[in-house]
């Protein structure tokens, strides 16, 4: 089988990959792949990226001009382009519509302020570019800059960019964004989601051998609470665990912390009774 007839059944079963896992729906989405320095298989327009074959597939040249198929290419080819032309290594881009990323974006969170350490090993840092309409020269524009440096790229109100060696590697990128994405509302759905203090994040890039970057993101929150900052968890029942426990978490504060956070500590113990009297009232 020819190295060709191999890419193009890839393309199709990861098209078919991402439209199962609702990565994309309908006809969105679109993915490439290197075939020579300066020639790409790339997705064909209109068409549901689920269900095509091996024959739906075009190839292009660096320009974007049309060598071999049928219908048009993709509506995104500039954007797969730029990418290609910005990084010579990369030999796989994919477009998708990430449902949760997307909601991110929309709600104003950034992936990059929320990361987890899984996320700091396999992707780095998650700029969000500025916004762009889709499918215009503009929308390519916009990640010029952020492609030299990253895998991994959100574009707000629309979808994600993911590039790597291969077809499998631009899509599992994609798959751990979109679970990153999917915890971070998650998150924001059970209590307020903390970032990691900045140094712990620092010493991540560090061990993942990545260059620590806080990328510009959309931020929402100007609170500078950190997981790793004392928090008073208030859960109604902590009048019902009586004095002797209440003193007992005074006392452990004392050996824990300061003398100065331990008094915060008992202050904020004593605020939590207060509240709990009112409410039984
Ligand atoms: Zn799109």
Not at 53 to 72: A, N, Y
Not at 181 to 197: H, N, S
Request: net charge positive; charged share 20%; aromatic share 6%.
């Amino acid at each position: 089988m020819s190295s060709d007839t191999i890419l193009r059944q890839q393309m199709v079963d990861i098209g078919k990959r991402m439209y199962e896992r609702g990565l994309i729906v309908a006809t969105d989405g679109n993915l490439s792949v290197r075939l020579a320095p300066e020639r790409f298989l790339v997705t064909p327009s209109g068409m549901c990226k689920g269900t095509l074959s091996p024959q739906d597939l075009l190839v292009v040249d660096i320009g974007g001009r049309q060598m071999e198929g049928r219908g048009r290419p993709t509506s995104e080819i500039a954007m797969h382009l730029c990418a290609y032309r910005e990084r010579p290594d990369v030999r796989a881009v994919i477009h998708a519509h990430p449902p949760f990323v997307v909601a991110c974006t929309v709600a104003g969170l950034s992936l990059s302020r929320f990361s987890l350490p899984e996320a700091i090993y396999s992707l780095g840092t998650i700029p969000t570019v500025p916004y762009a309409t889709p499918g215009t020269d503009a929308g390519a524009a916009v990640i010029a800059g952020a492609i030299r440096e990253h895998d991994v790229l959100i574009l707000p109100y629309h979808g994600s960019l993911t590039v790597g060696k291969d077809l499998e590697e631009a899509f599992q990128k994609l798959e751990q964004l979109e679970h990153v994405a999917k915890i971070l509302v998650t998150a924001r759905q059970v209590g307020e989601p903390l970032p990691l203090p900045r140094a712990e994040v620092a010493r991540l890039f560090r061990l993942a051998g990545r260059k620590p970057s806080f990328a510009p993101g959309i931020l929402s929150r100007k609170t500078e609470k950190t997981a790793a900052a004392p928090r008073v968890v208030r859960p109604f029942p902590s009048l019902l665990l009586g004095p002797f426990s209440l003193a007992g978490r005074c006392l452990r504060s004392f050996s824990l912390f300061s003398l100065e956070s331990a008094a915060r500590v008992v202050k904020a113990e004593m605020k939590v009774v207060r509240e709990c009297l009112q409410r039984l009232q």
